[in-house]
């Protein structure tokens, strides 16, 4: 399985940007359908925007379409999210993930193959 790596988090006041990127290493990074994931204390771990094996289709949330932007870097094994207009409500740990052959356009994180240990992003009012 692909192991992932997340940087990039930090503090950063409401209305700043932010981006994150997860480093892939140890399989095929281009089989990898690829995701991230947020948690916070006491709350289930949900979907924030995935992209596709190819990079050809991009999901997001509805709590952060339009203002964040998932992509990914074949020649790097790297996947990013630019996260612009950040909310207090964004303040999250955020995980990277990682679902082999996956072609579909729905991301359950109890499907996903691989975990990032995650970063923590910290958004100030």
């Known amino acids: 399985q692909v192991q992932l790596v997340e940087s990039g988090g930090g503090l950063v006041q409401a209305g700043n940007s932010l981006r994150l990127s997860c480093a892939a290493s140890?399989?095929?990074?281009?089989?990898?359908?690829m995701a991230w994931f947020r948690q916070t204390p006491g709350k289930e771990r949900e979907f924030v925007a995935a992209?596709?094996?190819?990079?050809?289709?991009?999901y997001y949330a509805d709590s952060v379409k339009g203002r964040f932007t998932i992509s990914r870097d074949s020649a790097e094994n790297t996947v990013y999210l630019q996260m612009n207009y950040l909310k207090p409500e964004d303040t999250a740990v955020y995980y990277c993930?990682?679902?082999?052959?996956?072609?579909?356009?729905?991301?359950?994180?109890?499907?996903?193959?691989?975990w990032g240990k995650g970063t923590l992003v910290t958004v100030s009012s």
């Open positions: 993930a990682g679902r082999k052959y996956y072609s579909g356009g729905v991301y359950y994180s109890n499907a996903m193959d691989s």
């Open positions: 140890g399989d095929t990074f281009d089989r990898y359908a």
């Open positions: 992209i596709s094996w190819s990079g050809a289709s991009t």
